[in-house]
Every structure is written in structure tokens, then in C-alpha cells.
Nanobody
Framework: QVHLVESGGGLVQPGGSLRLSCAAS????????MGWYRQAPGKQRELVAS?????KYVDSVKGRFTISRDNAKNTVYLQMNSLRPEDTAVYYCNAKLGVLDYWGKGTLVTVSS
């Protein structure tokens, strides 16, 4: 059974930092493209960052967020710096390999003073 478990969310002030983690089990982690998505209230889910053959970021987080992975620990990370109120959302971990597509349950990030 596949599990993706996110952690590291919380309340942070504007300009602050958070590091999200996603621990995967039940998959051959190194073979999967891993990504972080987010969904803000009233908005569609969007891709924030992904790492597989290449690393990609949505324009709004370039220079502020960094995705990384540790295949030995079956974990993907999202380092988020210079956080803004508009970064407030539920952040979801995603694992993708061909037609296989798995999601975590999400972790809430709230950026507010």
C-alpha cells in the first residue's frame, strides 16, 4: 500500500521560512517523479515544484522555494523562504510514474502576521 505523508506545515509570519517533508512508502521512490502542489481556498490546485528528470518551479516561487529529495530516505522536501501571505494553502505531495499517480493528504501552510 502506498503512503505519502507530509509534515512541516504551520503558521509563519511573512518573510519567514518553513521546510516541508514528504515521506513515501510502498513505492520504489527513486523511480518516481516527485512534486509539491498547493491549493488555496477557492482556487484550483497548482504545481509548485517538481523533481524527476528535471526540476521545475511555478514562476511565483522561483528564487524562494527549493525542492530536493533523498532517495535513501524515500523523502522529498520543499524549503520555503521569504514566505508571503499568498503562499497560504494546503500543500500536497505527489508521486508520479507513467499512469501511476499518488497523493498525500496535505499539510496546511498559513502565512500571516
Amino acid at each position: 500500500q502506498v503512503h505519502l505523508v507530509e509534515s512541516g506545515g504551520g503558521l509563519v509570519q511573512p518573510g519567514g521560512s518553513l521546510r516541508l517533508s514528504c515521506a513515501a512508502s510502498g513505492i520504489r521512490f527513486s523511480m518516481y517523479a516527485m512534486g509539491w502542489y498547493r491549493q488555496a481556498p477557492g482556487k484550483q490546485r497548482e504545481l509548485v515544484a517538481s523533481t524527476g528528470g528535471s526540476t521545475k518551479y511555478v514562476d511565483s516561487v522561483k528564487g524562494r522555494f527549493t525542492i530536493s529529495r533523498d532517495n535513501a530516505k524515500n523523502t522529498v522536501y520543499l524549503q520555503m523562504n521569504s514566505l508571503r501571505p499568498e503562499d497560504t494553502a494546503v500543500y500536497y505531495c505527489n508521486a508520479k510514474l507513467g499512469v501511476l499517480d499518488y497523493w498525500g493528504k496535505g499539510t496546511l501552510v498559513t502565512v500571516s502576521s
